[in-house]
Every structure is written in structure tokens, then in C-alpha cells.
């Protein structure tokens, strides 16, 4: 099976930096993905990381250490649009893919 | 076209209706997903079908039948559900079922009375 773990809750101001993690343990691991989702709204895709090391889109970032089955997203510049819940996702060569708890980011004024 | 769609909106259903949702995508995805998801709680994948087939069942009770008519839709057929089913059900699609980058659809908001 697959378990995930994250941070329930992370708080922010804007502009500044925050980093989620996600630990995983897993029977068989491809890769680990990190989806946003908006109060009310569907999960939108954020990023992928499939080897170890970084992973750079616009403002956001992800890592990943296989060694260590972990992982983190990291969100720069931070804006007020940013207040979701952010979930990591390990899939397992395509037979299961299994969201973690998610973390509820809250950036403030 | 980049959009998953999902009809109905919102759906309340008693424990002995039949009912259905339905999920499109034009993007040429191969793969189509359910999910189930209730309130504060991560997505649960019950359902993956891959080029038509269901290649994932995640122990789903029987009171939920997907179906796949052809590579751009996806069906849930609902039966004799529980009050616990109530949830957002969310359809997605990716590329092949390998999944990681997935576009969701806006979810049916399901009510079991």
C-alpha cells in the first residue's frame, strides 16, 4: 500500500517563501506529484517529479529524494490567490495513485 | 480544448434511484479516472480506465458501476447508494494511465438522502 504524510496547516505572508513537505511510503514509487485545489474548486495539476532533485515552474518548485521518500513544494513570492490546500500525490508504475492529506496554505495581508 | 467536463452540477438522489454522471474530455487522453472525495479530505481514487479498459477497481462497492462508451467519455452509474456516499465525485483524465499530470473536472456535488 501507499501512505502520505503532510503538514496539516502552513501560514504565510505575502511575498514571502514556504516550503510543504510530503513523506511517502510506498510498496512500489514512479513518482510524486503535487496538485492545488481552491475551497469549492477541482484539484489543479502544480508540478512532477519523477527523479531526485529540482523541478522549476514560474514560481513554484518541487523536490524530490527517493533515498530519503521525500518530497517538498516550494512556493515563492507568495500572493494572496496562493490560500489553497495543496496535496501531494505518489503514483506506483501506474497501478494506484493515492493523495496525501493535503496542506491547507493561509497567506495573510 | 484543455477542459474536463462533468454533468450534473449537483445531483440529490434517494437510496433506491438509479442514477448517473457523466464525464467528457477532448484532449486525446487515454487514460480516465473517478475519484471520491469528501470534505477536508484528499481525492480517493476508486476507478481508472486505460484505452476503454478498467485497469483499476479499488475495491469500490458494487453499488457503483463505471463504464467507458469511448476514449472521450466516462460514466457512473449509481444504485441503491448510502447517506455515506454522499461527496464530490471527480472525474479526470491524463495522457496514459502512467497519471501524474491529470486534469480534473469541476466534481457532481452528490446528496443520498
Not at chain 1, 75 to 98: R, T
Request: charged letters at 20%; glycine letters at 8%; one cysteine or more.
Amino acid at each position: 500500500g501507499q501512505s502520505l504524510e503532510q503538514p496539516s496547516e502552513v501560514t504565510a505572508v505575502e511575498g514571502a517563501i514556504v516550503q510543504i513537505n510530503c513523506t511517502y511510503q510506498t510498496s512500489g514509487f514512479y513518482g510524486l506529484s503535487w496538485y492545488q485545489q481552491h475551497d469549492g474548486g477541482a484539484p489543479t495539476f502544480l508540478s512532477y517529479n519523477a527523479l531526485d532533485g529540482l523541478e522549476e515552474t514560474g514560481r513554484f518548485s518541487s523536490f524530490l529524494s527517493r533515498s530519503d521518500s521525500y518530497g517538498y513544494l516550494l512556493l515563492q513570492e507568495l500572493q494572496m490567490k496562493d490560500s489553497a490546500s495543496y496535496f501531494c500525490a505518489a503514483d506506483n508504475y501506474g497501478q494506484n495513485f493515492v493523495f496525501g492529506p493535503g496542506t491547507r496554505l493561509s497567506v495573510l495581508p | 480544448d484543455t477542459e474536463v467536463t462533468q454533468t450534473p452540477k449537483h445531483l440529490v438522489m434517494g437510496m433506491t434511484n438509479k442514477k448517473s454522471l457523466k464525464c467528457e474530455q477532448h484532449m486525446g487522453h487515454r487514460a480516465m479516472y473517478w475519484y471520491k472525495q469528501k470534505a477536508k479530505k484528499p481525492p480517493e481514487l476508486m476507478f481508472v480506465y486505460s484505452y476503454e479498459k478498467l485497469s483499476i477497481n479499488e475495491s469500490v462497492p458494487s453499488r457503483f458501476s463505471p463504464e467507458c462508451p469511448n476514449s472521450s467519455l466516462l460514466n457512473l452509474h449509481l444504485h441503491a447508494l448510502q447517506p455515506e456516499d454522499s461527496a464530490l465525485y471527480l472525474c479526470a483524465s491524463s495522457q496514459d494511465r502512467q497519471g501524474f499530470e491529470q486534469f480534473f473536472g469541476p466534481g457532481t456535488r452528490l446528496t443520498v438522502l
